[in-house]
């Protein structure tokens, strides 16, 4: 649940650690408060620093100050899914995307929710080291 | 507007009598029945105390992880598993009576061979204490790979 001035960590390896929600992109009628697998925009407020050989190279460079958009992919709420079961992380974590909705970074470090793959974000979640495999598959009709 | 009760069922069962308690009997699927009758009875000399350690499996896999609630209500008892997975705490919570999960398996009990016995039903102070949580997972880990 990451709403305006919501802050999480960023598990991808753009560089960037800590950012803070600025808008979660939704229908306007939905209330502005984001949960696994929504799309949002991002300030990063915390950025690792880059060092000489990065700065010169065609690297993503991610600063402080940045505006991105990101995905959630672990709330501290707990999400609910289809088949009943709740899961709950220790932190909020989102990854960082560009405008065509593709992932800034390469890699992804840490545990995600499988809930990104029923939100249409599978490549994300296939690219996480260990996904929560723990959800409900709907078999197809 | 009469209509037929299948066989063996009293027809006051149309008249809503004693609904709820037939509902609690014959909802759950035999091994959801089993569980809350042994695992989750707390009158049951089997019954799981929080601070176990218990393994789910489900259709995607197991879930392990330390119990640090069990919410009873009946047909609607829920219970919670705690687990570290890659230095991030991962809480699920599941309904003894969902069809989905396959087994529960007890992988160490609290206050028995050595567990230690819990001093609270719910465990929600263990969220803030990673130390203790970690010698968990990492047991966690060891008995169920």
Known sequence: MLGLKGTMTIIDNSGALIAECVNVLKAKSTPGVGTVGDEIVVVIKRARPISHNAALSNIVKVRRGDVHRAVIVRTKKEVMRPDGRYIRFDDNAAVLLNKKKELLATRVNGVVSSDLRMKGWGKIASLAPKVSRYYFRPRSI | ?145
Do not use: W
């Open chain 2, 1 to 145: 507007m009469t209509q037929d009760v299948p066989d063996g069922l009293p027809t006051s069962l149309l008249e809503g009598k004693a609904l709820m308690a037939h509902l609690a009997k014959t909802l759950p699927t035999p091994a959801a029945q089993t569980l809350l009758s042994t695992y989750f009875n707390p009158r049951h000399p089997d019954h799981v105390l929080p601070g176990s350690v218990l393994s789910v499996s489900l259709p995607t896999g197991p879930f392990a992880g330390i119990l640090i609630s069990i919410r009873r209500k009946g047909i609607d008892t829920s219970f919670t598993l705690r687990n570290v997975v890659q230095r991030t705490g991962v809480e699920m919570r599941f309904n003894v009576c969902s069809p989905l999960i396959k087994d529960v398996k007890i992988i160490s009990r609290a206050g028995q061979n050595g567990g230690k016995r819990m001093r609270r039903a719910k465990l929600f102070y263990l969220r803030d204490q990673p130390g203790k949580m970690t010698a968990i997972s990492t047991a966690v880990k060891k008995a169920s790979s």
